[in-house]
T-cell receptor, first 111, second 114 residues
Framework: NAGVTQTPKFRVLKTGQSMTLLCAQD?????MYWYRQDPGMGLRLIHY???????AKGEVPDGYNVSRLKKQNFLLGLESAAPSQTSVYFC??????????FGPGTRLTVL | GENVEQHPSTLSVQEGDSAVIKCTYS??????FPWYKQELGKGPQLIID?????GEKKDQRIAVTLNKTAKHFSLHITETQPEDSAVYFC?????????????FGKGTHLIIQP
């Protein structure tokens, strides 16, 4: 039982490049979330999903897209990366209880 | 939406002493308040949580108190140890939101001095 895993762990992009971050969970959770963490800002919700095939916007969705084609996977895409998207990205999942389980994070730098 | 304020941003205590971190929230409809511990280079890990129908909860050296009237909740760590050094985040979630994520405070860097 690996819990929540994220791929890749680190990535450096140039402005305008695109990439996809993958989150996978093996706990059969319905709900999945993408957060970003910036120094002194805590964690802020980007997008979330209530189940396979569904997605919704969070607090800071601009510049990101998501997809949940399979229940266990939640993908976060950056179509045209900007330096303001330099951050650490965390994925989380939960089932019926309130507890959210977080992955180890992806550190993204956009030059 | 919900807004969570957390204080202090940095807290330094002597090993063996107690540490208290405080948070306030803005929306009285919030009903779930977790605390997360984040070590360097790792994801946040839940250490304790409390729901709005409870005033206090304890788990060994860690306790959380909730004052719904004042809309604030606090984390108490007693007999602090070096491994307690980390960044701690409080969070709140609105009731009825179902799928909505958590709103986090900005974090407290707890430093345990030997």
């Amino acid at each position: 039982n690996a819990g929540v895993t994220q791929t890749p762990k680190f990535r450096v992009l140039k402005t305008g490049q695109s990439m996809t971050l993958l989150c996978a969970q093996d706990m059969n959770h319905e709900y999945m979330y993408w957060y970003r963490q910036d120094p002194g800002m805590g964690l802020r919700l980007i997008h979330y999903s209530v189940g396979e095939g569904t997605t919704a916007k969070g607090e800071v969705p601009d510049g990101y897209n998501v997809s949940r084609l399979k229940k266990q996977n939640f993908l976060l895409g950056l179509e045209s990366a900007a330096p303001s998207q330099t951050s650490v990205y965390f994925c989380a999942s939960r089932e019926g209880t309130d507890t959210q389980y977080f992955g180890p994070g992806t550190r993204l730098t956009v030059l | 939406g919900e807004n969570v304020e957390q204080h202090p941003s940095t807290l330094s205590v002597q090993e063996g002493d107690s540490a208290v971190i405080k948070c306030t929230y803005s929306d009285s409809a919030s009903n779930y308040f977790p605390w997360y511990k984040q070590e360097l280079g790792k994801g946040p890990q839940l250490i304790i949580d409390i729901r709005s129908n409870v005033g206090e909860k304890k788990d060994q050296r860690i306790a959380v108190t909730l004052n719904k009237t004042a809309k604030h909740f606090s984390l108490h760590i007693t007999e602090t140890q070096p491994e307690d050094s980390a960044v701690y985040f409080c969070a709140a979630r609105l009731s009825g939101g179902g799928a909505d994520g958590l709103t986090f405070g900005k974090g407290t860097h707890l430093i345990i001095q030997p």
